[in-house]
């Protein structure tokens, strides 16, 4: 509370008298820089989220909702490492809508970012009119973080004006892992193929230098996977040695994969046949933890790439020629094949009564197994049985388990999310933090 003096005149004599009146008269809000390029982990509530969701009051909880002068504040997510430098946020100061209070912010107003848990801020403090001059503050982790931790922002009386939390982040050494690039080349025209592929990464738009070898080019695909869109939730990936297979394209027509006519990919089972011929031409690596990244000198019908989403352990993906040159469709692939889904539903979404079935299916599947088993059934019977429920079992755990850990839809091409299909795709939201982080501690890991 704050003290509001008044003069007034009772009887010919003038007297002071003082108020007590409630100083909270703005809100304090983080954002992201104007010049943000994906260098941290920063979520927040948008405001066109509660017209773009589809479950939107499930997504406010993401958000630790809390109530500041009455009104509804959702609480910003910030993802960094231990000691990282240049973490920069916006400060944005809002009055309340619903403002009744005696007087309006005033220059002297002050602005207080307390440290707490390794978290500490400078500057420390501001005032309002330190805000008009410059409303960015820098933010430091000075140990790691073993808890998300929750930090207030407060004004001159030590009142909450806002708050940030920040992620957790003393385990993000166990968050690296491999890729594995591998170019695909067609037999009697491999040359080409390698050319095709290294001219279009280095071309308009590309991430590539015409000075350098693929290794070189793949070296700026690591650091933008590293430093502005996997980092966001704390992983780090080496991008290895390039390995190459050699394909025979008739034998793809003549399997349906390949379009004779335009020489492009075509199917649901490219990706599968990619893995196969890797697994059958580098037998030793396919083995690996390594994610697997095949770059091909072909389009393909209706799709710039492909991760292999369904398989919880699968480790696939694909770039085609169209998005050879595009970063973010990468990280886009990289990210399914490590548990995200589409941020907008999709023609393959199920309804409620369909995702019943499955786990009515996969929990009668169990209980006759484990029944066979206490019985001590003959192993040949379990064997056979397993057989006939395995692929429908497989494809179901598969569906259900990312369906469950992407629970928000929206619109598409109406965020800039990673995992939407809009132009300007730069980040990863705090609940995908959380998948990326489970999938790769659980399958591709390095030991």
């Given at each position: 509370m704050g003290k509001n003096s008044f003069k007034l005149e009772v009887m010919g004599q003038t007297k002071t008298l003082d108020v007590m009146v409630n100083d909270i008269r703005f809100f304090a809000i983080?954002?992201?820089p104007d010049d943000y390029t994906g260098e941290f982990g920063f979520d927040w509530m948008r405001s066109d989220y509660k017209n773009s969701c589809a479950d939107y009051d499930k997504l406010k909880n993401e958000y630790t909702p809390t109530e500041i002068e009455g009104e509804e504040y959702f609480v910003p997510w910030l993802s960094m490492f231990p000691n990282q430098e240049g973490v920069k946020l916006k400060l944005v100061l809002i009055e309340p809508e619903n403002h009744t209070n005696i007087g309006t912010p005033t220059e002297d107003d002050i602005i207080k970012f307390k440290a707490k848990s390794g978290i500490r801020f400078e500057p420390e403090q501001m005032t309002l009119q330190d805000t008009k001059d410059n409303d960015v503050i820098t933010v430091f982790c000075d140990q790691p973080l073993t808890n998300d931790v929750s930090i207030d922002i407060l004004n001159r009386d030590d009142e909450i004006v806002g708050k940030l939390n920040v992620y957790k982040n003393a385990h993000h050494k166990k968050l690296h892992f491999n890729i594995t690039p591998v170019r695909v080349l067609r037999k009697g025209i491999a040359a080409n193929d390698a050319k095709t592929i290294e001219?279009?990464?280095d071309g308009v738009n590309g991430f590539g230098n015409k000075n350098s070898n693929i290794e070189g080019d793949l070296q700026n695909l690591e650091t933008y996977l590293n430093k502005r869109s996997l980092?966001?939730?704390?992983?780090?990936?080496?991008?290895?040695k390039v390995y190459d297979i050699v394909i025979d394209e008739n034998k793809w027509i003549a399997d349906d994969l390949i379009l004779d006519e335009g020489c492009i990919f075509k199917g649901d089972a490219v990706l599968d046949k990619l893995f196969e011929e890797f697994q059958k031409q580098h037998p030793n690596k396919a083995n690996k933890k390594d994610m697997v990244v095949f770059l091909n000198p072909l389009k393909?019908?209706?799709?710039g790439g492909e991760g292999n989403?369904?398989?919880v352990d699968a480790r696939q993906l694909a770039i085609y020629l169209s998005n050879l040159n595009s970063l973010t469709t990468f990280a886009h692939e990289i990210a399914h094949v490590a548990g995200l889904e589409h941020s907008f539903k999709g023609s393959d979404d199920v309804p409620e009564t369909d995702i019943h079935a499955m786990n009515e299916y996969i929990i009668a599947v169990d209980n006759q197994m484990n029944s066979m088993l206490a019985n001590n059934d003959p192993k040949n019977e379990i064997s056979e049985l397993w057989r006939y429920y395995q692929e429908d079992y497989?494809?179901?755990r598969g569906y259900l388990n990312s369906h469950y850990?992407?629970?928000?839809?929206?619109d598409k091409k109406s965020t800039e999310n990673l995992m939407d299909y809009s132009d300007d795709r730069i980040s990863f939201w705090k609940f995908q933090w959380k998948v990326l982080q489970e999938e790769v501690l659980k399958f591709y890991a390095n030991p």
């Open positions: 983080l954002e992201r001219d279009t990464i980092n966001q939730a704390l992983l780090q990936c080496t991008i290895g393909k019908e209706d799709a989403l369904r398989d497989a494809k179901y850990r992407n629970p928000y839809k929206f």
